[in-house]
């Protein structure tokens, strides 16, 4: 089965990565981290944002862009303010591909330069003219687990698990 994967690219604030991690994690999805990042990867930002899930998380760090792509092979997805398409547009339920969701750093996303040549692989959350763009980590959470509704959410739990409260926990 393949999986979903999240690629930050050249990311600045730890507390968001550190959010993203839990995320990663949650939706059994695999971290991409392209450099430079804005912070040391033991920052105790992160640490503290990811809590105690983060040595858990499956991430890989590279020194640049083509070297991830060079990797990786799959469908990729731009996350942009510019896109022309909504995220929710495209077809992510098949499970036996790897889905890239690539997402800019937080200042100032993802540069021109590599967007142009992947128009059609350029997309965008719909929302209100009165905000420029969400924060990072909210939007990764937003596009992982729409990719995770339209695949079924393989892998993941749909009860709290024994090693928590258990599923019984509302019911004692």
């Keep these: 089965m393949a999986r979903n994967n999240i690629v930050l690219y050249q990311p600045e604030i730890p507390q968001n990565v550190g959010n993203i991690m839990r995320t990663v994690l949650a939706g059994d999805a695999f971290l991409h ?16 944002s990811g809590v105690d899930y983060i040595d858990k998380v499956e991430y ?33 339920a098949n499970l036996e591909k ?9 200042s100032t996303g993802i540069p021109k330069e590599i967007l142009k040549p992947r128009l059609d692989r350029c997309i965008r959350l719909p929302m209100s003219d009165k905000v420029r763009a ?32 258990g599923s019984n926990y509302l019911r004692e």
Excluded: M
């Design 33 to 48: 981290l392209i450099e430079p990042l804005g912070f040391s990867l033991a920052s105790r930002y992160l640490r503290r």
């Design 60 to 92: 890989r760090l590279y020194p640049n862009l083509d070297e991830f792509f060079r990797e990786n092979a799959g469908e990729y997805y731009f996350l942009t303010r510019y896109g022309e398409r909504a995220f929710t547009d495209g077809e992510l």
């Design 98 to 106: 790897n889905y890239y969701f690539i997402f800019g750093k937080e």
């Design 134 to 165: 969400l924060n990072l980590s909210n939007t990764v959470a937003i596009v992982l687990f729409e990719a995770l509704r339209q695949q079924g959410y393989p892998n993941l739990s749909r009860r709290e698990p024994a090693c928590f409260k």
